[in-house]
C-alpha cells in the first residue's frame, strides 16, 4: 500500500496546498482549508511541456476547491516538471522541434511521445491514487474524477480505461490513432472539448475520438478557434460537470 | 410602428407573465416582478408542433427570468398555438405523419414546411421586437438574444441572419439544406445543440449547419442520445451563455 509523503504545505486564503511524492513521483494536493469531512477528489492530468503547478492547473484547482469543496491532486508526467529528462525524451522533443520548424504534422510525433509516456504513467496515477485514498479527508469510498486535455487525454485515457474507481472524466484535443481502441472500454459520462479549426489535429480526427467512447452520457463541446484557443469557459464547464457527477457543494457562477 | 396590445396578465412568484398580440400575432412576456430598469430581452422560438406556453418555454423563461433578470418572449408561430391552421398546413402535417408512418426520412418535408412558416414568421419575429423595444422597461438600446432549437432554429437562424439587433443566439438540431446559407450571414456568438445519435437528422448534416456560421465564437455542444433525449442541462447552460453575452445578473447554481 503506498502512502503520500508530504514534503511542503501551505496555505493561500481557504485553500490548502501540499506537496508529495509517491513512489518518488512528485506531486501536488489542493483541499479545502476549512473541514475535514470526506470530499470528492479530481485527479488532474497536465499538458504536454508543462507540469503539476503551471497556472492552468492551480487555477482549475482553486475554482474546484473553492468552488466545490474538492480535492484536487496532479503528479508530473515523465519527463516533466521536477522529474529528469531521460535521453529518450530529449530525443523525441528533439524531434518534435524539428518537425515543427519544418511545417511537418506534428501528430506522428505527440502521438507517439504521449502513448510511451502514458506507459510509465499509468501505474504512477494508480499508485498516487491508492494512497490518496488513503488520507482520512479523502478515503476510499467517495467519488474520483479525472480532468485532463492534450498530454492529460493521452496519459488519462488509457488510466480510466482500467480504472473502475474513476467515475466522471473531462478529456479533450488529442488525436485517435492510439487512443480510441481505449476509450472504447470508457462508459463513465464523459465531456470531451475539441478546437474546431485546431491546425494541429484534423477534425475528423478529434470527432473520431469523441465517437469512440462507450459513455451513454458524453458531451463534446467543439469551439471555434485553433489548437491554443480552447476558450476559458470550457474550464467553468468543466467544474460545472464534476459538481453534477461528484455530488459537490454549490458551484461559484461562471 | 407596433406596440404591444397586451390581453392577460398573471404573476407567478417573482414572474410577471403578460399574454400580448402584435398585428394579431398572439404571444406572451414574461418579465421580472420586481423593478421596472431596463433589462436585456430574449426572444424564443418554440419547436415543431408545440405553442409559446409549452412546458419547454415556460421552464427556460423561469431561468432566464428569475436567475438573470432578463424578459423573455415567444409568439406562436404560424399554424401552431392559438393560431388556425390553413389548409397547406394540414397538408403539410398529414404529410409529415404519412412520412413517418411509412418509415421515411421526415427530414425533406420537415425542411421544406419549416422554411415556409419562417417566411411568415421573420416579418412577425422583426414586428415583435419593433413593439417589445418600445416598452419602458426593455428599450431600444438593451443587448437581445434568440433561443430556439428545432423548429426555433428553422425560423430562428433567417430571423437572426437578417437582424442587427440579436446579439447573442442559441440553435440547434435542424438540418443545413435551406438553413447553411443563412447562417454564413450569422457572425454573432452562438451555441449550437446536436444529438450525436439524432435519428432524423444525420450527423454529418448536423455538424455541416454548425460549420456554416461564420461567428468567431461558436460553441458546438453534441450530446450521445437520440433526436428527442437532449439533455436538460443544456438549457442550463444555455441560460449561462445568455447571462454571458447578454450582461445578466449572477446566475443560479446549476
Known amino acids: 500500500m503506498y502512502t503520500p509523503h508530504f514534503t511542503a504545505e501551505t496555505s493561500s486564503g481557504d485553500m490548502v496546498e501540499r506537496e508529495f511524492t509517491v513512489a518518488g513521483v512528485p506531486g501536488v494536493l489542493w483541499s479545502p482549508a476549512a473541514g475535514s469531512d470526506r470530499a470528492p477528489l ?5 499538458g504536454g511541456g508543462n507540469h503539476k503547478k503551471a497556472p492552468a492547473m492551480t487555477g482549475r484547482a482553486r475554482h474546484l476547491v ?14 516533466h516538471g521536477d522529474r529528469p529528462r531521460t535521453a529518450h525524451d530529449e530525443q523525441e522533443i528533439a524531434e518534435l522541434y524539428r518537425a515543427r520548424a519544418a511545417g511537418e504534422p506534428e501528430g506522428p510525433v505527440v502521438v507517439r511521445y504521449n502513448a510511451h ?6 501505474p504512477e496515477w494508480t499508485a498516487t491514487l491508492d494512497a490518496l485514498q488513503g488520507l482520512p479527508e479523502i478515503g476510499a469510498e467517495g467519488p474520483v ?14 488510466f480510466v480505461a482500467g480504472e473502475p474507481r474513476i467515475t466522471a ?9 492510439v487512443l480510441a481502441e481505449q476509450a ?27 465517437d469512440a467512447f462507450a459513455s451513454k452520457e458524453k ?32 458551484v461559484t457562477a461562471a
Open 145 to 158: 474524477g479525472y480532468f485532463g486535455i492534450n498530454m492529460g487525454t493521452a496519459i488519462g485515457i488509457p
Open 42 to 46: 479530481v485527479l488532474m492530468g497536465h
Open 219 to 250: 458531451t463534446l463541446h467543439a469551439n471555434a478557434g485553433r489548437h491554443k484557443e480552447l476558450p476559458r469557459f470550457e474550464f467553468d464547464s468543466a467544474v460545472r460537470f464534476f459538481a453534477r457527477h461528484l455530488g459537490g457543494a454549490a
Open 169 to 177: 472524466a473531462v478529456f479533450g484535443q488529442h488525436w485517435p490513432d
Open 66 to 79: 473553492t468552488g466545490c469543496g474538492f480535492h484536487v491532486a496532479v503528479i508530473d508526467a515523465p519527463g
Open 184 to 210: 472504447k472500454r470508457i462508459t463513465i459520462p464523459i465531456e470531451f472539448d475539441l478546437q474546431w479549426d485546431d491546425e494541429h489535429i484534423p477534425r475528423a480526427a478529434g470527432l473520431a475520438l469523441f
Open 117 to 122: 509516456l502514458a506507459e510509465i504513467a499509468v
